[in-house]
T-cell receptor, first 112, second 111 residues
Framework: SQTIHQWPATLVQPVGSPLSLECTVEGTSNPNLYWYRQAAGRGLQLLFYSVGIGQISSEVPQNLSASRPQDRQFILSSKKLLLSDSGFYLC???????????FGSGTRLTVV | DQQVKQNSPSLSVQEGRISILNCDYTNSMFDYFLWYKKYPAEGPTFLISISSIKDKNEDGRFTVFLNKSAKHLSLHIVPSQPGDSAVYFCAANNAGNMLTFGGGTRLMVKP
């Protein structure tokens, strides 16, 4: 079965501080991985996706970046957080069979 | 350009009645559709899906209907239960690597 681990569950960071959110997955080799953000009262916005180690595609230009140092590890980073970076961040992987995603439990980020 | 739209941001239904959540799409290349359910502070969980070769798929209390000519799908929940209260997202896939999500509909089922 596919399992996604995301941490931390909640995070409060000051404006201008760095960010690192980690996602690790189990159950599939060479999975397609995704970072989504849900801002308050909004839908799911795709931020980055990766089809393999070192391969990152960005959907929305912003001050966030992503990296995939290992097959089953996907990291979301920022050098300097903005207030607008607050939101609920979700990691996802493509389900086996190729239709739909399995999501992690998410990280609630509040930038103050 | 929103390719998948959920025009109702919220819906309130009495327990035991039917909940109908709607979703419209514009891209005729979409060939697979999914519904996800999301509780606060949790990741979305897969609920039900439908391939474009079908017009209906049923799983217990949940039924998804697809009208390709109208580019419309709907999720029916019968009977609705208080535990169904959540945000529901529809999503569409065009055989690529990514899903396109709607903006979500918050369902509130009143006891």
């Amino acid at each position: 079965s596919q399992t996604i681990h995301q941490w931390p569950a909640t995070l409060v960071q000051p404006v201008g501080s760095p960010l690192s959110l980690e996602c690790t997955v189990e159950g599939t080799s060479n999975p397609n991985l995704y970072w989504y953000r849900q801002a308050a009262g909004r839908g799911l916005q795709l931020l980055f996706y990766s089809v393999g180690i070192g391969q990152i595609s960005s959907e929305v230009p912003q001050n966030l970046s992503a990296s995939r140092p290992q097959d089953r590890q996907f990291i979301l980073s920022s050098k300097k957080l903005l207030l607008s970076d607050s939101g609920f961040y979700l990691c996802a992987q493509m389900r086996q069979g190729g239709n739909g995603y399995t999501f992690g439990s998410g990280t609630r980020l509040t930038v103050v | 350009d929103q390719q998948v739209k959920q025009n109702s941001p919220s819906l309130s239904v009495q327990e035991g009645r039917i909940s109908i959540l709607n979703c419209d799409y514009t891209n005729s290349m979409f060939d697979y559709f999914l519904w996800y359910k999301k509780y606060p502070a949790e990741g979305p969980t897969f609920l039900i899906s439908i391939s474009s070769i079908k017009d209906k798929n049923e799983d217990g209390r949940f039924t998804v209907f697809l009208n390709k000519s109208a580019k419309h799908l709907s999720l029916h929940i019968v009977p609705s239960q208080p535990g169904d209260s959540a945000v529901y997202f529809c999503a569409a896939n065009n055989a690529g690597n990514m899903l396109t999500f709607g903006g979500g509909t918050r369902l509130m089922v009143k006891p």
